[in-house]
């Protein structure tokens, strides 16, 4: 059972335009996490949202944690090639395990 | 070195023979966890270690894997008479502690295990 459906799981557009992702679930999570995965290399942690309705801004992206914890958005403005690569959310409950969404790869095209 | 360790980064092997993976954890981290990644895919959750002990096992696919830690440190997956459906990246990581609350997991660069 896929606890946290991430969509889409595929998205390839064009240098400078805008993009969301999604992550979503009917379970309630005490925290949600992104993370960026580039070829031959683990995931890395890009932000971590703990608060129903908070946003958090890394540079270009902007991540929202919905207001029920049960979902989650990543916003990117202004794509850039550096920004390819696979992305990851991932929810956790208390003193349980995170749960990994099946990741959105994202290919930003010069 | 600062970072999650794993050996081999790759791994080829024939089908039927055993095989160990190893990860070094950050040091003081005290939870250890164990992912499976097919190729592009998301991850797969194995076992998860707190200290030496694995309050997690669910996630180990068939009685032909393994794990243990040792010292609240390194850890070792095996997987017996290998399949050619084994063969992924086996990613690890760590984190301060356990659970879902929003500690961060660091990630190794996985091994990439192939079975011919």
């Known amino acids: 059972t896929q606890l946290l459906e991430q969509s889409p799981q595929f998205l390839s557009i064009q240098e400078g335009e805008n993009l969301t992702v999604y992550c979503n679930s009917s379970?309630?999570?005490?925290?949600l996490q992104w993370y960026r995965q580039e070829p031959g290399e683990g995931p890395v942690l890009l932000v971590t949202?703990?608060?129903?309705?908070e946003v958090k801004k890394l540079k270009r992206l902007t991540f929202q944690f919905g207001d029920a914890r049960k979902d989650s958005s990543l916003h990117i403005t202004a794509a850039q090639p550096g920004d390819t690569g696979l992305y990851l959310c991932?929810?956790?409950?208390?003193?349980?395990?995170?749960?990994f969404g099946q990741g959105t790869r994202l290919t930003i095209n010069p | 070195g600062a970072g999650v360790s794993q050996s081999p980064s790759n791994k080829v092997t024939e089908k039927g023979k055993d095989v160990e993976l190893r990860c070094d954890p950050i040091s003081g981290h005290t939870a250890l966890y164990w992912y499976r990644q097919s190729l592009g895919q998301g991850l797969e959750f194995l076992i998860y270690f707190q200290g030496n002990s694995a309050p997690d096992k669910s996630g180990l696919p068939s009685d032909r894997f393994s794990a243990e830690r040792t010292g609240g440190s390194v850890s070792t997956l095996t997987i017996q008479r290998t399949q050619q459906e084994d063969s992924a990246v086996y990613l690890c990581?760590?984190?301060?502690?356990?659970?879902?609350?929003?500690?961060?997991?660091?990630f190794g660069d996985g091994t990439r295990l192939s079975i011919l």
């Open positions: 991932a929810g956790g409950k208390g003193a349980q395990k995170l749960v």
């Open positions: 949202v703990v608060t129903g309705g």
């Open positions: 990581a760590s984190s301060l502690e356990s659970g879902g609350m929003g500690q961060p997991q660091h």
């Open positions: 379970s309630v999570f005490s925290s």
